[in-house]
């Protein structure tokens, strides 16, 4: 079996579990209090505590453990933008942040705060001089992820952190994906992560917060982990967290350059092997064991189904998969396919075997999706007669709209047009993708009497 999906949760990693389970016996006393039992357990706590700062390059005094990556973003972005309130309410964040930061977003702006999205480029990197732009007077906080989760682009942190800076604002790094793999560069004040994505268990996140930072914990006061993340301490997840990543750190070098060469031969691979694809994500400044690639004509579910099947556990980002009608708003943030989306994450360890045997299956599995869908063969020949025409798509989900277009464009002359009428939100990103992809002209929108018409010219 390939589990291809470390960018969600990596593998429990060997060192994790044997520390949890030494930890279960030493650490399951309350190391707030001052008898034997509770003196073991506060030094276990101290010494994770120790590690991890050393991992993430702070002092042991900035970092606590939290019960989740998401409750370190949650608590860090709202702790910062209270403790700065007095400067303004103004928070700036990347429009391919991880969800959880786009919802504490949300969170503010429907409280009264003020919110500015920072676009990114086709590769999913945003630009620091547009960064530096958005910063006000009145800014907060600026939040910026270390690594994309979905296309494994590195943003420039170093750069957008010495503009933060310069402008006296205090920048978030989520550094959820790339911790494991070395520490964050530049001038940051605060970083959150979360253990299951380097191979800790789950259920245990890191706040780090510089000192100097304005920060007001939000919520209802606790004695524990400096007021920033109440409950009492889950010791043997937080013991087992801080120990994988020591360990994974050790490896990460060696690991690192053995997973880029067989993601980089992904990358080069699926478009020869498998028509009308479109790998996205920069081909350079990426995590090791990322690669993103996407389908046209493919349903999004159906060919994770088929490839789980196939003994390939891989995620995707488009619409067409059974938790969201909506593409993901990474890939619509940088303008490019949706459909058919596949993100291969490849967990330390990784067997080259494994990924030579997923490129053997997906040509097939992709084609056998478009051939149950109807899709168009490539290479069928380019028919010069008719007149403009309408492809009614209405009430049907993606690829299909695209599927229709792709039936129709030979049967308008060079220069004509197809409009395609569709209520499917993917269409607004998919349609334009497909006419990059197959050197047609894309029109633009307009709101129909049901739905949304897309129009394309014919140019070849």
Same mark, same amino acid.
Not at 308 to 333: E, I, Q
């Given at each position: 079996?390939?589990?291809?999906?470390?960018?969600?949760?990596?593998?429990?990693?060997?060192?994790?579990?044997?520390?949890?389970?030494?930890?279960?016996?030493?650490?399951?006393?309350?190391?707030?209090?001052?008898?034997?039992?509770?003196?073991?357990?506060?030094?276990?706590?101290?010494?994770?505590?120790?590690?991890?700062?050393?991992?993430?390059?702070?002092?042991?005094?900035?970092?606590?453990?939290?019960?989740?990556?998401?409750?370190?973003?949650?608590?860090?972005?709202?702790?910062?933008?209270?403790?700065?309130?007095?400067?303004?309410?103004?928070?700036?964040?990347?429009?391919?942040?991880?969800?959880?930061?786009?919802?504490?977003?949300?969170?503010?702006?429907?409280?009264?705060?003020?919110?500015?999205?920072?676009?990114?480029?086709?590769?999913?990197?945003?630009?620091?001089? %547009?960064? =530096? +732009?958005? /910063? *006000?007077?009145?800014? !907060?906080? $600026?939040?910026?992820?270390? @690594?994309?989760?979905?296309?494994? &682009?590195?943003?420039?942190?170093?750069?957008?952190?010495?503009?933060?800076?310069?402008?006296?604002?205090?920048?978030?790094?989520?550094?959820?994906?790339?911790?494991?793999?070395?520490?964050?560069?530049?001038?940051?004040?605060?970083?959150?992560?979360?253990?299951?994505?380097?191979?800790?268990?789950?259920?245990?996140?890191?706040?780090?917060?510089?000192?100097?930072?304005?920060?007001?914990?939000?919520?209802?006061?606790?004695?524990?982990?400096?007021?920033?993340?109440?409950?009492?301490?889950?010791?043997?997840?937080?013991? %087992?967290? =801080? +120990?994988? /990543? *020591?360990?994974?750190? !050790?490896? $990460?070098?060696?690991?690192? @350059?053995?997973?880029?060469?067989? &993601?980089?031969?992904?990358?080069?691979?699926?478009?020869?092997?498998?028509?009308?694809?479109?790998?996205?994500?920069?081909?350079?400044?990426?995590?090791?064991?990322?690669?993103?690639?996407?389908?046209?004509?493919?349903?999004?579910?159906?060919?994770?189904?088929?490839?789980?099947?196939?003994?390939?556990?891989?995620?995707?980002?488009?619409?067409?998969?059974?938790?969201?009608?909506?593409?993901?708003?990474?890939?619509?943030?940088?303008?490019?396919?949706?459909?058919?989306?596949?993100?291969?994450?490849?967990?330390?360890?990784?067997? =080259?075997?494994?990924?030579?045997?997923?490129?053997?299956?997906?040509?097939?599995?992709? @084609?056998?999706?478009?051939?149950?869908?109807?899709?168009?063969?490539?290479?069928?020949?380019?028919?010069?007669?008719?007149?403009?025409?309408?492809?009614?798509?209405?009430?049907?989900?993606?690829?299909?709209?695209?599927?229709?277009?792709?039936?129709?464009?030979?049967?308008?002359?060079?220069?004509?047009?197809?409009?395609?009428?569709?209520?499917?939100?993917?269409?607004?990103?998919?349609?334009?993708?497909?006419?990059?992809?197959?050197?047609?002209?894309?029109?633009?929108?307009?709101?129909?009497?049901?739905?949304?018409?897309?129009?394309?010219?014919?140019?070849?």
């Amino acid at each position: 079996m390939g589990y291809f999906d470390a960018a969600s949760a990596a593998p429990l990693h060997p060192v994790a579990r044997q520390a949890m389970l030494a930890s279960l016996d030493e650490g399951w006393a309350d190391p707030a209090r001052l008898y034997r039992e509770g003196r073991r357990a506060r030094l276990l706590l101290d010494a994770a505590r120790e590690a991890a700062a050393e991992a993430v390059g702070c002092r042991a005094d900035e970092l606590v453990f939290t019960p989740s990556g998401t409750r370190a973003v949650h608590s860090g972005v709202a702790g910062a933008l209270a403790g700065r309130r007095r400067v303004g309410s103004h928070l700036i964040v990347s429009a391919v942040e991880h969800s959880s930061v786009l919802h504490a977003a949300e969170a503010h702006e429907a409280g009264g705060g003020t919110l500015t999205q920072v676009a990114v480029d086709r590769t999913g990197a945003v630009d620091p001089a %547009a960064y =530096a +732009a958005a /910063l *006000r007077g009145d800014t !907060a906080l $600026a939040c910026l992820q270390s @690594a994309n989760h979905e296309v494994g &682009t590195e943003q420039p942190v170093a750069e957008v952190a010495e503009a933060c800076r310069a402008a006296g604002v205090p920048l978030l790094v989520d550094a959820a994906q790339s911790l494991g793999w070395g520490k964050v560069a530049g001038d940051w004040s605060l970083l959150t992560a979360s253990a299951h994505k380097w191979g800790g268990p789950s259920g245990v996140g890191l706040l780090v917060v510089r000192k100097g930072v304005r920060f007001a914990p939000q919520g209802p006061g606790d004695e524990r982990e400096s007021g920033r993340a109440p409950g009492f301490e889950n010791l043997p997840a937080v013991v %087992a967290a =801080a +120990a994988s /990543l *020591r360990a994974v750190r !050790a490896e $990460a070098a060696e690991e690192a @350059a053995r997973l880029r060469k067989l &993601t980089e031969r992904i990358r080069a691979r699926v478009p020869a092997l498998v028509p009308d694809v479109e790998v996205v994500g920069d081909p350079a400044r990426r995590l090791p064991g990322v690669v993103t690639f996407s389908c046209l004509y493919v349903d999004g579910e159906t060919l994770l189904h088929e490839l789980d099947r196939a003994g390939f556990s891989v995620s995707s980002g488009s619409s067409c998969t059974s938790s969201t009608l909506m593409p993901s708003h990474v890939l619509k943030a940088m303008g490019v396919l949706s459909e058919g989306n596949v993100r291969v994450s490849l967990p330390p360890g990784t067997p =080259a075997e494994d990924v030579e045997r997923f490129l053997e299956v997906l040509p097939g599995t992709v @084609a056998a999706v478009r051939e149950r869908l109807g899709a168009p063969v490539a290479g069928e020949p380019v028919r010069e007669a008719g007149t403009d025409l309408v492809v009614d798509a209405l009430g049907r989900r993606c690829p299909v709209p695209v599927i229709e277009l792709a039936k129709v464009i030979g049967d308008v002359p060079v220069g004509g047009t197809v409009r395609v009428l569709s209520d499917d939100e993917a269409a607004r990103l998919d349609i334009p993708a497909w006419c990059e992809m197959r050197g047609q002209e894309y029109l633009g929108e307009e709101q129909a009497e049901r739905g949304t018409a897309f129009s394309v010219r014919r140019v070849s």
